[in-house]
């Protein structure tokens, strides 16, 4: 009948097209340029270096981009970019800047202190700008342009972060932005892909599919970067990502820690790519709110503490990819102190300390009681995210066993943040992660403990941790400081107004075309990667590399 | 016609007014603020920040202005004229460009990023509607003309089978083993277009965006087949019985002209219907879709903003995808007249009806003062009330059930009897009676008559859910259940269903009998216990983990069949495949899975029965009003219903249950408050050519109360479309609540439902089957009896059909 006549027709029509286009498609990996570099993003929101917040945006502007003085990414140590030298007066509040002569904007304009000039008005002062991190500069009391290639900064207090703050933000362009202001710049057509002076330029950025960077052949410095263009593909889903890189489309791709354990040892995976494990400046806690009548005695914290198998969390959700931390730092800081050993699963001994700290089961219900009768009920705030979610679960448990009830309350991670900040809490589990300069001020010195729009989540108060803080915070000898930190860290152990979880790892998978690959928790430099021709690829070198 | 094309142009006005005050309401009294997103980015980056800035970041946004004021400026940029910002030699209408302002998150042009993703989401639904239609609409009359053969039931089975699978749980399927690295490598993984496209020839580019598409329709197009083509064939089977039909036959026409030319076009009217709501389901489906695939799509883009507050975002991505679909739902329209010449479009002009109601309101009003102010006043009092205790949050759903609860009874308190009670309770008591079910659910935390506060919800919905059905369906329809029963036992398949369906529910009433950490009946020390059912103070204390391998001379336990809970962790065994101690194995968090897919049983069939029942009964009585008055009320319900199905209906049940604190009744309602314009539009087309009929004009000669030939007449011959709309809604609602879980959205941890398990084991695909297929299963077996028994139903209580 004509009826089934449309549907058989319609339907081979499909499936011919299908059919053709799968084998028209080009598909061929093999078939592009050894010399360009495909790698997956999550799409940036802004590439605006002042506005910009999200991880994706620093990665491309790594590369785009650069600062005065830059970290080295391996070894942490301030080096030269776009100013040729430094200087630090003896008190510490005086920084002088003398730039490098003859760089060349992406456009062909002149890199020269006006620029500096502009991205500091933009950072600190312009008020219509959402700059990150705003508040930071309140304390910088001045800056002035010496002459066309050296710049002052001066502080008004002593802060072991200013040096970093001023040598290390992104210079943008002042003639390519047209001297934009207030709403104007952060409307400005700059934060889809800026004008810069790093190693690569901006090609173009398609929303949702790519972006792609093209060598910068006027680049300053001699040693040109190997890859002539460096594409990004935009990937929204992790696992389609993995798949893409099992096919050779992208060439490096960050994995979760289930796939890096069980889905990424067959023999022809390890064949072919190479399997890579980092540390993170990154590490992750419960917090109990200190305020709150059953967290306020060390000995709750130190039961709750004790009820929390962090070898088994470790062991189930990060699949082993992770180690324990007794502080709040990550354990390859300097600051961190290794001399703390952290206090093991004992449910035992957790009873003993609620029955000591009067938290008792009194009408034999099962649940612990304090003599006004008040349950030991709370709630813990999960977020929505797979791993928080595991971690509440496990610790329900946990806590049913012994008498103490806990309620889950899920929410959305607006809303968490709303009760959050109003401290309208029991506990909760947070990841946190750090920079290379580690401080203590936000999460735990007490003017933050009642300030709604501080990180002391857990209201956090002691007198000596706060004076050590101050102490660290104009302290300029490293060594000297972390020593300071150390100590407080000991203190924070002692309180355990966190439980202390974990710091987990970064692992990414490498394409074995690609040479000289280096990672460190601060990222890593594609201008040193290098890739061989398709048919000299080495398949005999170790497809494990953990540090 | 013109005349008609223009009336519809003029009355989208007041409801894209509508849609975007209500967005914007709903928006700025959720809880969450864009700047505290922003701040906790900063945060995490070290920075401190201050109030004073984010005080004055509001201040700069209108942030710090009251709703009306915001609304009211929002609207000026979105119509300016501003000639001065215009080159004199641009076109003129560049001056009334619409302007939505910069986005919070990246200070980007709204329009701007609108603009680049229209384009992408407009190709993949145009493409999948028409595939939709060009595939389902044949399925449905083929299975139509040749009802209860063999392909009949064969297309049906395969249809539901596909409709059952879960899109996420496919896509991800088809990435893994399709498109994927390790097996075979067909297609592309994400995107819409290859690198290399601008080196491409135009045959090159088309066959490039062939491949693109094809997973991506697929997985938008397989769900929507199954729906159409059931609605397809209804119609047709409708239409095959008609006097006509018989005729053209007796006159010896070929069955091919018959069908073809005779019974098509009559058959199409549902099918129509459908289109409008077609394509917001597809913009809402399709956020999973772009997610999975990497498109970027209006779907996405509206999610995000969502997500991270970005007000002026979500303000035009709803405006946009409300225009889409009210231009859809105009064509769907225009198509009605088409189809059916019986359908004239100069119903009433917009001006007299709007005259008209007035009118009526008026005389309403000077009838019964009285009971009409205090009906208003009651209810606008509630609504405060609630709002201004701590239910704000939940505030916002409930001012919109209560706006949808007070004009029933006021449409009611015209046609039924005018008296002073019923007016009382229509306006005053049910909305008082639903907010208290509301404070209730949210402050119950001792156990209530013995029963967990969850199950006495799931008890006393359950009971105003079946009080309701069985109000219309013994009242109303005033069917001869005998002979329903007589025709539906005919079908054994559906009898075998709707045992099953029973079984699911007695699983779900008894699950703590059949699951359980802790015994039925068990001596210990010389003491009878239940601890299933009460807490004993004396062996509170006891750990019945160590019981379960030993209880101990002298003392002895009667176990569930299943000796976990649902949430019971055991860390050494997590990811355990099926053995003998975990009959379906273990989950990644070492929990029994059979234990939690019975226990799960409980929120998947709730949410099913509940939020279909709630939508099922509003849209019946909207649709009917609406379907048999036509005039003021038709086109008063019918903007209600464009209001409602131009927010994309997931996407909006995704907005809500993201403002809202997460819990299982909010999805319930939220899907049930957000379903009903489907099931409403159904029943007025319905109406629509069922009062054009001659018994209804015999009715009401007869003189017949409106109410009996609304309810009584008109209705049973009106409902089969909207009982195979409920099945599939049923089926759907638990789909839905799956999708949720996948985003996040879903039930809240630790509880179990069939949802969450299937979408926490998306990571394990490969990994871990026994955390794949048996929810997979039970969710696909449920589906499939529903649509059987729903099937067997409507032909049952078809009163063409009675023998």
Redesign the interface.
């Known amino acids: ?4 006549r ?2 058989y027709g ?2 081979a029509l ?1 499936v011919l ?2 059919v ?3 084998i ?4 061929e990996v093999a078939q592009r340029p050894y010399d360009w570099l495909f790698l997956s993003l999550t ?1 940036p ?2 590439l ?1 270096p002042v ?1 910009m ?2 991880v994706s945006a620093w990665t491309v502007n790594f590369l785009v981009m650069e600062p005065m003085v830059m970290r080295n990414r391996y070894t942490f140590e301030y080096e030269p970019a776009l100013a040729e030298s430094w200087d630090i007066s003896d008190d510490r509040l005086e920084f002088t800047f003398h730039l490098r002569k003859g760089v060349k904007w992406h456009d062909g304009g002149e890199f020269t202190s006006n620029d500096v000039a502009y991205t500091y008005l933009k950072l600190a002062k312009d ?2 700008v ?1 700059a ?5 500069w309140a304390n910088c009391e001045s800056f002035e342009i010496i002459d066309k290639y050296t710049v002052r900064f001066r502080w008004k207090t002593k802060y072991f972060r200013a040096f970093g703050m001023c040598a290390e933000m992104m210079i943008i362009p002042r003639k390519a932005f047209g001297n934009a202001k207030g ?1 104007d710049f ?2 400005h057509e700059m ?2 892909g800026c004008v810069g002076t790093g190693p690569y330029k901006m090609v173009k950025w398609e ?4 972006m792609v960077l093209q060598r910068n052949d006027n680049y300053w410095k001699k040693e040109k970067p190997f890859f002539e263009e460096v ?1 990004f ?5 992790p ?3 993995l ?7 992208i060439d490096v791709c960050g994995v ?1 820690d ?2 890096w354990t ?2 990424t040892n ?1 023999r022809s995976f390890k064949k072919k790519f190479i399997k890579y494990a980092y540390p993170t400046f990154a590490y992750s806690y419960i917090t109990w709110n200190n305020k709150r009548a059953f967290f306020k005695d060390k000995r709750v914290r130190h039961a709750m503490t004790h009820l929390v ?1 962090r070898r ?1 969390f470790i ?2 959700i990060m699949f082993g990819m992770a180690e324990v931390v007794t502080g709040p730092f990550y354990p390859t800081s300097p600051a961190y102190n290794h001399d703390i050993q952290p206090y093991e699963y004992d449910p035992e001994r957790a009873k003993e300390l609620l029955d000591e700290a009067g938290w008792i ?1 009194r ?5 612990r009681e304090n003599e006004d009768g008040v349950i030991f009920e709370f709630e813990f705030l ?1 977020r ?3 791993t928080s ?2 971690i ?3 610790l ?2 946990e806590l049913r ?1 012994v ?1 103490i009830v806990m309620k ?8 968490f ?2 009760y ?2 109003e401290r309208n809490f029991d506990a909760t589990t947070l990841g ?4 290379v300069d580690v ?1 203590l ?2 999460m735990w010195h007490s003017s933050g403990a009642e ?5 002391n989540f857990a209201n956090f108060v002691n007198k000596e941790v706060d004076r050590l803080i101050d102490e660290s915070r104009a302290e300029f000898d490293e060594q000297k400081r972390y020593a300071i930190l150390r100590e407080a860290h000991r203190i924070i152990h002692e309180e355990q107004p966190f439980t202390f979880l974990m710091s987990g790892k970064n692992k990414v998978l490498i394409n074995k075309r690609l040479v000289n690959v280096r990672y460190s928790a601060e990222g890593t430099l594609v201008e040193e990667w290098r890739a061989v021709p398709w048919d000299k690829i080495d398949y005999s070198q170790p497809s494990l590399r953990e540090e | 016609m013109r005349n008609y094309i223009l009336k519809r142009l003029f009355l989208t006005i007041p409801t894209l007014l509508g849609i975007t005050f209500i967005t914007f309401v709903i928006i700025h009294i959720a809880p969450g603020e864009p700047q505290a997103i922003r701040g906790a980015e900063e945060l995490r980056a070290g920075a401190q920040i201050t109030r004073e800035s984010i005080e004055k970041w509001r201040k700069l946004h209108d942030l710090d202005k009251p709703l009306n004021v915001q609304y009211w400026r929002w609207l000026k940029r979105l119509f300016p004229y501003h000639p001065e910002k215009v080159e004199t030699e641009d076109h003129w209408l560049k001056r009334f460009r619409p302007d939505f302002g910069t986005s919070f998150k990246d200070g980007r042009s709204v329009t701007q990023k609108i603009r680049e993703r229209v384009p992408v989401t407009l190709t993949l639904n145009i493409i999948t509607i028409f595939l939709v239609y060009m595939i389902a609409v044949p399925l449905g009359i083929h299975s139509a003309t040749r009802q209860g053969h063999l392909s009949d039931k064969v297309i049906t089975f395969i249809l539901f089978v596909l409709y059952s699978l879960p899109g996420f749980w496919i896509a991800h399927m088809l990435i893994t083993y399709v498109s994927g690295g390790d097996y075979l490598n067909l297609f592309p993984l994400a995107g819409l277009q290859s690198a290399t496209i601008d080196q491409m020839s135009w045959y090159e580019v088309f066959f490039d965006r062939v491949w693109h598409l094809a997973l991506p329709v697929l997985v938008l197009t397989y769900p929507a087949l199954a729906r159409l083509s059931r609605y397809a064939r209804v119609g047709m089977l409708e239409v095959v019985r008609q006097d006509y039909i018989r005729t053209a036959r007796a006159k010896g026409l070929p069955e091919k002209v018959v069908i073809m030319k005779h019974a098509l076009r009559n058959s199409m009217i549902t099918i129509i219907t459908v289109i409008g709501a077609l394509l917001p389901a597809l913009l809402g489906g399709s956020v999973i879709v772009e997610q999975i695939f990497s498109i970027p799509g209006l779907g996405r883009l509206g999610f995000e903003a969502v997500l991270n507050r970005d007000f002026p975002q979500i303000m035009a991505t709803a405006t946009v995808g409300a225009v889409l679909t009210l231009v859809g739902i105009l064509i769907s329209d225009l198509l009605y007249g088409l189809v059916d010449p019986r359908i004239s479009y100069e119903a009433a002009s917009p001006w007299r009806s709007f005259l008209g109601m007035c009118r009526k309101a008026y005389c309403e009003f000077k009838a019964r003062p009285l009971h009409t102010t205090l009906t208003t006043v009651a209810g606008a009092a509630l609504i405060t009330l609630l709002c201004t205790y701590h239910l704000l949050p939940i505030g916002a759903v409930i001012a919109t059930l209560l706006l949808e609860a007070l004009l029933i009874p006021y449409l009611f308190s015209r046609y039924l009897k005018k008296s002073f009670i019923k007016i009382i309770i229509g306006g005053v008591a049910v909305p008082v009676a639903i907010g208290y079910l509301f404070y209730m659910l949210y402050n119950i935390e001792k156990p209530v008559m013995g029963m967990s506060p969850f199950t006495f919800a799931f008890v006393l919905l359950g009971v105003v859910f079946f009080l309701f059905i069985a109000l219309f369906v013994f009242k109303g329809l005033s069917v001869n259940f005998n002979i329903v029963t007589r025709q539906f036992k005919r079908n054994r398949l559906a009898v075998a269903s709707l045992f099953l369906i029973i079984f699911l529910i007695v699983i779900a009433v008894t699950a703590p009998l059949l699951a359980n950490d802790r015994p039925i009946v068990m001596k210990y020390e010389g003491h009878i216990y239940f601890p299933t059912f009460r807490t004993h103070e004396s062996i509170a204390a006891l750990d019945f983990a160590k019981l379960k391998h030993d209880v101990g001379t002298d003392n002895w336990a009667l176990w569930p069949p299943v000796r976990y809970g649902p949430s019971e962790t055991d860390l050494d065994d997590f990811l355990q495949s099926p053995s003998k101690k975990h009959l379906l194995g273990t989950d990644d968090l070492g929990r029994d899975i059979l234990s939690r897919i019975i226990h799960g049983s409980r929120v998947s069939l709730a949410v099913g029965f509940i939020a279909v029942g709630i939508y099922v009964v509003i849209g019946v009585v909207m649709g009917s009003l609406a379907g048999y008055y036509r005039g003021g009320t038709d086109i008063l319900i019918s903007r209600l219903i464009e209001i409602q199905i131009c927010f994309p209906s997931f996407f909006l049940i995704l907005t809500l249950i993201a403002l809202l604190p997460p819990s299982i009744f909010n999805i319930m309602i939220v899907i049930g408050i957000t379903g009903w314009p489907g099931i409403a539009r159904l029943i007025r087309g319905e109406f629509l050519k069922q009062r054009e009929h001659e018994y209804v004009a015999a009715a009401k000669a007869l003189g017949t109360p409106n109410r009996t030939i609304i309810f009584s007449h008109v209705l049973p011959n009106a409902v089969a479309p909207v009982l195979v709309a409920a099945t599939f809604g049923i089926a759907a609602a638990i789909l839905v609540e799956s999708a949720l879980s996948y985003l996040g959205f879903g039930v809240p941890p630790p509880t179990a439902s069939w949802g969450s398990i299937l979408a926490s084991s998306r990571e394990y695909v490969s990994l871990a089957w026994w955390m794949v297929w048996p929810p997979g299963i039970a969710i696909f077996i449920t589906i499939i009896s529903y649509n059987f028994v729903g099937e067997a139903l409507r032909d049952a209580i078809d009163p063409r059909l009675k023998t």
């Not at chain 1, 028209?24 to 598909?27: F, I, L, N, P, Q």
């Not at chain 1, 990150?132 to 930071?136: I, K, N, V």
């Not at chain 1, 009408?363 to 649940?367: A, E, L, M, R, V």
């Not at chain 1, 889950?408 to 809303?415: N, V, Y």
């Open positions: 009948m004509q009826v089934t449309i549907l319609t339907v499909i097209l299908i053709i286009s799968t028209m498609a080009k598909r799409e929101e802004t605006n506005l917040t999200d008020e219509a959402r990150t991190g705003r508040p930071e709403e952060n409307q934060g889809r929303t949702g599919k790519r594409h593909i935009m990937v929204s889903e696992s389609a990502a798949e893409m890189f099992k096919k050779g489309e979760s289930m796939a069980k889905l067959s198998d088994k062991e189930t089961d009408d034999g219900d099962g649940i999960v929505n995210s797979p979610q595991k509440a679960t496990i329900q448990e066993r008498g889950q309350r899920s929410l959305e991670w607006a809303i943040l709303k959050l900040y946190e992660k750090l920079g401080g001020h936000g300030y709604d729009v501080s990180a």
